[in-house]
Nanobody, 120 residues
Framework: QVQLVESGGGLVQAGGSLRLSCTASGSIGSINIMGWYRQAPGKQRELVATISSGGSTNSAASVKGRFTISRDNAKNTVHLQMNSLKPEDTAVYYC??????????????WGQGTQVTVSS
C-alpha cells in the first residue's frame, strides 16, 4: 500500500505561483506513474499532469505552458510548479501514484488533497 502526503497549497493572487509537493511512502517500489488531479466546486475531478518513473510527462491542455510536473525518484516525491495562476485553477489538488501489479490493472493511490485558491 502507498501513502501520499501533499503540501504547498494556499491562497495566491491571479498571475502568481505556487509549488505543490507530494511524498510517497509504503510500497513505493511498485510505483510507476505519479500525477496530479484537481476538483473544483461543482465539477468533476480532472487530470492536471502525470509523470512516469522514466520522466515522460502528460498534462491537460488548460495548464500547458503554465504548470510543470517533475519527480525525484530518490526522494519518492513529485512536484507541480504552477505559474501564471488563474482564478479557474482554484480547486482541491490531489496527488496520485499508480502501482504496477503483474496481472491486475495498476492500483491507484490518492493523497488527501490540498486546497489551491486563486483570487482575481
Amino acid at each position: 500500500q502507498v501513502q501520499l502526503v501533499e503540501s504547498g497549497g494556499g491562497l495566491v493572487q491571479a498571475g502568481g505561483s505556487l509549488r505543490l509537493s507530494c511524498t510517497a511512502s509504503g510500497s513505493i517500489g511498485s510505483i510507476n506513474i505519479m500525477g496530479w488531479y484537481r476538483q473544483a466546486p461543482g465539477k468533476q475531478r480532472e487530470l492536471v499532469a502525470t509523470i512516469s518513473s522514466g520522466g515522460s510527462t502528460n498534462s491537460a491542455a488548460s495548464v500547458k505552458g503554465r504548470f510543470t510536473i517533475s519527480r525525484d525518484n530518490a526522494k519518492n516525491t513529485v512536484h507541480l510548479q504552477m505559474n501564471s495562476l488563474k482564478p479557474e485553477d482554484t480547486a482541491v489538488y490531489y496527488c496520485t501514484a499508480d502501482s504496477y501489479r503483474a496481472v491486475l490493472p495498476p492500483l491507484r493511490s490518492w493523497g488527501q488533497g490540498t486546497q489551491v485558491t486563486v483570487s482575481s
